[in-house]
């Protein structure tokens, strides 16, 4: 199968694709149509837990002890269970046509049941996409790839891994991550497998001076598209 440039999800950077929404969108707005027959993207976060401890990261996981505790603490206690999603799948399918799911966390892949999720979705014809720090390994991200998923993000900020695992604060993380990137790069070109490929970087004071070579590292990865995101840092 000829490597894609565009993901199959629907995708904001290209501008037949937010011309049409927003002119969907305006009608919604102005009450020119009762409901949206249409949602593009519904971003579902399956859990609250992730296990890296990124220095840049606000997550509840880190910041349960600062303000707000009972209610983060709450939040890590529950993921989203498989039954709930399918009800609330069917229920938001009752009233409109959805084209993509993003699924989040949290660390998506902290979900035991994230293959059964995305499956649920592919089964309803929907297009699947993840969020992950990669961490999971190869095997998870098979299985990922298997249920349906079309498209995986996956976070690497740096080509080094120790300043990888310094800025994750998880010793070994770098080698998970790279093995995780490798399986969805083996699967795509050699199994066929039609799933897009995104490299994030999170760009900020601790990688800032190194982007240009984190960049070099990250093309020779060979994905299918490459975002730096530019990380908002208290003075």
Request: proline residues 4%; aromatic residues 6%; charged residues 25%.
């Amino acid at each position: 199968m000829p490597r894609r440039n565009r993901s199959q999800n629907p995708d904001l950077l290209f501008r037949e694709v937010m011309d049409e929404r927003i002119e969907r969108t305006a009608d919604f707005s102005s009450w020119r149509t009762a409901d949206p027959s249409t949602l593009d993207r519904i971003t579902v976060f399956v859990t609250h837990r992730c296990n890296l401890q990124c220095g840049y990261c606000n997550g509840p996981h880190l910041t349960w002890r600062v303000g707000e505790t009972d209610r983060k603490r709450e939040m890590l206690r529950h993921d989203l269970a498989v039954a709930e999603f399918t009800r609330l799948l069917h229920e938001a399918m009752a009233h409109a046509t959805i084209r993509h799911i993003h699924f989040t966390g949290g660390e998506a892949t902290a979900h035991p049941d994230l293959p059964a999720i995305v499956a649920a979705a592919t089964e309803a014809g929907i297009l699947s996409s993840i969020t992950t720090n990669g961490t999971a390994g190869p095997d998870v991200t098979r299985a990922l790839i298997e249920a349906g998923l079309t498209e995986i993000r996956i976070s690497i900020d740096s080509d080094s891994a120790s300043d990888f695992d310094r800025i994750v604060r998880i010793p070994g993380s770098f080698d998970r991550v790279i093995a995780s990137i490798r399986e969805v790069v083996r699967l795509r070109d050699e199994e066929g497998k039609d799933v897009f490929l995104v490299l994030n970087a999170c760009v900020g004071s601790m990688n800032l001076d190194a982007i240009e070579r984190i960049l070099t590292f990250l093309m020779a990865l060979e994905p299918n598209d490459i975002k730096l995101l530019v990380i908002a840092e208290e003075k």
